[in-house]
């Protein structure tokens, strides 16, 4: 595999542990720019980053970088994917990739018109596990799928000024835990939800911190989502069919899911894949489409993740001044 030089904007902590996994697959981190140029420099001596540039247009006129990994907060990731792409670079970002279906339109249509790449990076469209599954469930491992149900609950500090509850750095679950929850649903679901019922509980600043979403698709598969931010609860993914169940715990980096059958309840466990590698399929595959091989599947399935959550969001009148 040819070499693919990396750009890193925002240099928190999921940047630290991306830039370990470009680093594993790479070999090295070409470039990062940071808000705080102190900090940029920072992480460059730590992860060992070739150049610390003091503005994103100075990385981004770079033609050494080939591809931007975009770890901001996600209320400011339309301008960064957008300055990236107009200047010719392919980009990975964080979820949640935009904040709504509108901008990611606009970035899908920008892309395509300069034969660009941009993702999502969002673990579970990589992770061998669920490759492995989805073949299994096709292969009628646990009969007809009638139901998919999905749980998130993260226990944040009550503070109205971090980003979990602040509205002006579009705070809520929804574009924080929400996107795994629904990119998993998604995943397992034959079609996209036509149908969507939800009600929430809205913290003191606005934003969304309890939720239920109830949907069905044309192929009459439902799912329900519980989503809670003052609430901690498993990370549990369901899929159910009529001959059996899987079950996918901890499942946003998941390497091991159980298949419980309905005629007997037996449990088999189906392994794939290693948690701890999480990052570093996200690099891989978005190095093997830079290089030309493979397909961008994933971006269909966010921009579909983002119109559910645009809905979502609609029916709790739930919008930003930004938006």
């Not at 928190?12 to 542990?17: H, M, P, Q, V």
Request: proline fraction near 3%; charged fraction near 25%.
């Amino acid at each position: 595999m040819g070499q693919v030089n990396w750009g890193i904007v925002g240099p928190g902590g999921i940047a630290s542990d991306f830039a370990q996994a470009i680093k594993e697959v790479n070999g090295d981190i070409f470039g990062v720019w940071g808000r705080k140029v102190e900090k940029a420099r920072d992480f460059a001596d730590r992860l060992g980053v070739k150049h610390v540039y003091e503005e994103t247009s100075e990385m981004f006129r770079d033609e050494r970088i080939d591809v931007v990994y975009i770890a901001t907060p996600h209320s400011v990731h339309y301008s960064y994917i957008m300055d990236a792409l107009h200047a010719g670079k392919h980009v990975l970002c964080e979820k949640a990739i935009t904040m709504n279906g509108e901008q990611l339109q606009e970035i899908i249509a920008l892309a395509e018109s300069k034969n660009l790449i941009v993702a999502e990076a969002m673990t579970i469209y990589h992770m061998p596990l669920y490759e492995k599954l989805r073949s299994l469930i096709q292969q009628g491992k646990i009969g007809k799928v009638n139901m998919v149900n999905v749980i998130f609950g993260s226990c944040k500090e009550n503070d109205p000024t971090n980003r979990f509850f602040n509205p002006d750095l579009a705070g809520g679950g929804m574009l924080d835990i929400g996107t795994y929850a629904l990119s998993f649903t998604r995943f397992f679901l034959s079609g996209q939800p036509t149908e969507l019922h939800t009600t929430v509980k809205k913290h003191e600043t606005g934003v969304d911190e309890q939720s239920g979403i109830v949907m069905k698709n044309d192929e009459n598969e439902m799912a329900v989502v519980s989503l809670a931010m003052r609430a901690k609860m498993p990370k549990r993914g369901i899929v159910a069919g009529d001959e059996g169940f899987i079950t996918v715990d901890n499942f946003p980096r998941a390497d091991q899911a159980t298949i419980t059958y309905t005629s007997d309840g037996s449990v088999e466990t189906i392994e794939a894949g290693e948690e701890g590698k999480a990052l570093q399929y996200e690099v891989k595959a978005m190095n093997d489409l830079i290089l030309g091989e493979g397909e961008n599947w994933t971006l269909p399935l966010s921009r579909q993740v983002m119109s559910l959550m645009d809905t979502a969001r609609q029916k709790w009148n739930l919008t930003y001044d930004f938006e």
